[in-house]
C-alpha cells in the first residue's frame, strides 16, 4: 500500500471517535508537552503558554523552525492495539465488540465527551533585547473540533443500532449537548518584561497581541430536548431547540484539505497576558548574556510561579444560508430518516432532516470564540538539573451560554524533569476533568524536541480511546566550552 495512502488513512483514524460520539473536544490545544512548555529551556515554544516566560530566558534568540501537536480522544469508546496498525478504510467499516468497545455500562449520570485538534507552529522567532526584555513572533495554525456533554443512556440510544427497538417507548432528555469545529490561522507579536529584579525576587510580564483570520467553523447546540422512539419507523420529539452555523468554508469544503486553507479570509483579533515570579535562595537576580548569546542566571530560582490568561478573541463569520436554527418539536417523525443514509455528506443530511422540523429566526452571521483558559504553574528546582512542575488549565468558555465557541480541556499535570544546556527528559502525569490518568514522556536533543503526554498509558492499555504527540525543530544558540561549576544555566 503507497505510503500516502497509509498516511491518510490513519489521520482518518485519529478523529473517528470524534466522528462516532456528539464528544467534548478537551485536549490540551496549546502548543505544549508536558513539563517542557514550562521549562525554562522551551524559549519559544513557551511562548504561547504565558508570554511573559520570553523575557530574562537563557537565549539572546530561539527560533522555531517547524513544529506541529495533534491528539485525538474520547470517554466513550475504545479501541484495540491492532486497529491504529491497521485503521479502517471508512467508519462503515468498523465493526462492534470487535474493532471498538463501547462503555454502556457507565452510569447515565456520565457525560459523554470526544476530542480532536492539531496545532502546527511555523518559523517562530524569540529575540532577547537585554536580560530585562524580550520579544517574539510566532505563527500558528490551528484547528480544534468540540462537543458532547450527553449522558450514556442518549449516547447508547443512537450507538446501539440505531434505531433500536430494544429502546423504544422510554422517555430520553438531552438538556445540552453541543459539537462545533474551528479552523484559523494566528499571527502573535508578543512582549515581555522583567519589572522587579531585587536579587532575590523576579517579577516578570508579557502580552501577546493576535491578528485571526478564520479559514472554515461551524457549530450546532441541542437545548431541552425530549423524546421518545415508538418504533423503528415512528417517533415522537416533545421539545428542545437545535442552533447550527456554520461558515461558507465548511459548506464549500474541498479535497485535500489543505487547498481550504486561504489567509485573511475572516479576520480577528486575540490575546494572551501573563505573570511569572521567581524565587531567589540567594541573592544574585539576572545578568546579562555573555558573547551576547547565553543568560547564564535565568534558571538560578529556587521557585517560579506562573499566571496566564490564553486565547482570548473571537473570530467573526458570515452564516452559509443552509444553516438555520430549528424548532424540533414534532409528534410523528419516522426515525429510521434521522440516520445518515450511505453516500451522503453531511450537508445534504442537514439539509434533508431540516424539511422535517420548523425553522426559527437567528442572525446571519455567527462569532466562534478562541478557547480562552486560566494557566497557572509552579516549577521547584531541585539541584539544578532536576525540576518538579505543577500545573493546571481551566477552561473559561466551556458553559453552555454560548454555542459558537472552542474550549479547552481543565486538567491537572505534574512534570518530573531532568534539564541540562542541550538534554531534557520530561515524565507528564495527567489527569483531566473526565477523571482520565495519563502518563507520557517527552524528549529534548539539542534542537529537536518529541514526546506525548500518552504515550506510556497507552503503552500498558490493551484497548485505547485518546492519544497525542509533540514534535518539533528549531534554531538555538550553541557555544561551545566549559560552564561554570554550580551554575545550573551552564551544566551541560
Not at 455500562?105 to 526584555?133: C, F, H, R
Request: glycine content about 10%; hydrophobic content about 35%.
Amino acid at each position: 500500500m503507497p505510503f500516502r495512502v497509509k498516511l491518510l488513512r490513519h489521520l482518518r483514524l485519529l478523529f473517528i471517535a470524534t466522528s462516532f460520539t456528539l464528544g467534548a473536544y478537551e485536549a490540551q490545544a496549546q502548543f505544549t508537552l508536558g513539563g517542557y512548555s514550562n521549562s525554562h529551556y522551551a524559549g519559544i515554544h513557551g511562548v504561547p503558554n504565558n508570554p511573559a516566560s520570553a523575557a530574562g530566558t537563557h537565549y539572546k534568540w530561539d527560533v522555531n523552525i517547524a513544529g506541529i501537536q495533534g491528539g485525538a480522544g474520547n470517554t466513550y469508546i475504545r479501541f484495540p492495539r491492532s486497529i491504529l496498525l491497521h485503521p479502517p478504510d471508512s467508519l462503515q467499516a468498523l465493526k462492534q465488540n470487535r474493532d471498538y468497545f463501547l462503555d454502556t455500562a457507565a452510569a447515565s449520570t456520565k457525560k459523554q465527551l470526544a476530542w480532536g485538534n492539531v496545532d502546527v507552529m511555523m518559523p517562530s522567532v524569540l529575540y532577547s533585547i537585554d536580560e530585562l526584555s524580550a520579544v517574539a513572533f510566532t505563527w500558528r495554525v490551528r484547528s480544534m473540533a468540540n462537543g458532547g456533554n450527553i449522558t450514556t443512556d442518549v449516547a447508547n440510544f443512537f450507538a446501539q443500532d440505531f434505531p433500536n427497538p430494544a429502546f423504544a417507548n422510554k422517555r430520553y432528555d438531552m438538556p445540552w449537548a453541543n459539537g462545533s469545529f474551528h479552523w484559523w490561522n494566528e499571527f502573535g507579536f508578543s512582549y515581555a518584561r522583567v519589572l522587579k529584579d531585587d536579587g532575590n525576587t523576579v517579577f516578570k510580564a508579557g502580552a501577546t497581541l493576535k491578528l485571526l483570520s478564520g479559514v472554515a467553523a461551524g457549530y450546532a447546540q441541542v437545548d431541552n430536548a425530549t423524546f421518545v422512539m415508538h418504533s423503528r419507523t415512528n417517533g415522537e420529539i416533545n421539545d428542545g431547540t437545535l442552533k447550527v452555523g456554520y461558515s461558507d468554508g465548511l459548506a464549500n469544503w474541498q479535497n485535500p484539505a489543505l487547498s481550504n486553507y486561504k489567509l485573511f479570509g475572516n479576520m480577528g483579533v486575540g490575546m494572551d497576558v501573563g505573570i511569572t515570579y521567581e524565587w531567589r535562595a540567594t541573592v544574585d537576580g539576572l545578568t546579562g548574556y555573555d558573547d551576547s548569546q547565553w543568560n547564564t542566571e535565568a534558571d538560578d530560582y529556587r521557585l517560579r510561579l506562573g499566571v496566564s490568561i490564553t486565547d482570548l478573541g473571537s473570530i467573526t463569520y458570515k452564516k452559509n444560508p443552509g444553516s438555520r436554527d430549528l424548532d424540533l418539536r414534532t409528534e410523528n417523525v419516522n426515525t429510521s430518516d434521522l440516520r445518515v443514509r450511505k453516500g451522503e455528506s453531511w450537508q445534504q443530511y442537514y439539509t434533508r432532516i431540516s424539511t422535517y422540523f420548523t425553522a426559527l429566526p437567528s442572525e446571519d452571521k455567527f462569532r466562534m470564540n478562541t478557547p480562552a483558559a486560566l494557566n497557572i504553574t509552579a516549577d521547584y528546582n531541585i539541584d539544578g538539573r532536576f525540576f518538579i512542575n505543577a500545573g493546571g488549565r481551566m477552561a473559561l468558555n466551556a458553559g453552555k451560554f454560548d454555542p459558537s465557541k472552542t474550549y479547552m480541556i481543565s486538567y491537572f499535570q505534574v512534570t518530573p524533569r531532568y534539564d541540562a544546556r542541550y538534554i531534557g527528559g520530561y515524565l507528564p502525569l495527567t489527569v483531566n476533568r473526565s477523571g482520565q490518568v495519563d502518563a507520557g514522556v517527552g524528549l529534548r536533543l539539542g534542537p529537536l524536541v518529541i514526546g506525548s503526554s500518552t504515550m506510556l498509558s497507552n503503552l500498558f492499555q490493551k484497548n485505547k480511546n485518546r492519544l497525542d504527540g509533540f514534535i518539533a525543530l528549531r534554531i538555538i544558540p550553541i557555544k561551545r566550552g566549559e560552564g561554570k561549576v554550580g551554575c545550573p544555566g551552564t551544566n551541560f
